[in-house]
């Protein structure tokens, strides 16, 4: 059974930064895309970053290049996003995601975790 589980979310001025982690049993993590999603009130989820099971290709959203960078480690089976002069329009439920091939969509996601940021 796949499970990715998150943590790191809070409560965040404005400005200021977190580090959030995903870790995963159950599935190769080394051979597995990553990415991180994100859903706020009242809107869809939508993609902020992705990292290739190699971890030399990543990929942004527009509203996060620069100040957010995604990483993995996977001899601790755990990827991460660090996120960097935070803003208001970041606050969001933030979802972990993998896929066994780079060809399919995302098979698994994790439970969430919240981010806040205040103005």
């Known amino acids: 059974q796949v499970q990715l589980v998150e943590s790191g979310g809070g409560l965040v001025q404005a400005g200021g930064s977190l580090r959030l982690s995903c870790a995963a049993s159950g599935l190769t993590f080394s051979r597995s895309d990553m990415a991180w999603f994100r859903q706020a009130p009242g809107k869809e989820r939508d993609f902020v970053a992705s990292?290739?099971?190699?971890?030399?290709?990543?990929s942004y959203a527009d509203s996060v290049k620069v100040r957010f960078t995604i990483s993995r480690d996977n001899a601790k089976n755990t990827v991460y996003l660090q996120m960097n002069s935070l803003k208001s329009e970041d606050t969001a439920v933030y979802y972990c995601?993998?896929?066994?091939?780079?060809?399919?969509?995302?098979?698994?996601w994790g439970q969430g975790t919240q981010v806040t940021v205040s103005s």
């Open positions: 995601a993998g896929r066994k091939s780079s060809f399919s969509s995302y098979d698994y």
């Open positions: 990292i290739r099971w190699s971890g030399g290709i990543t």
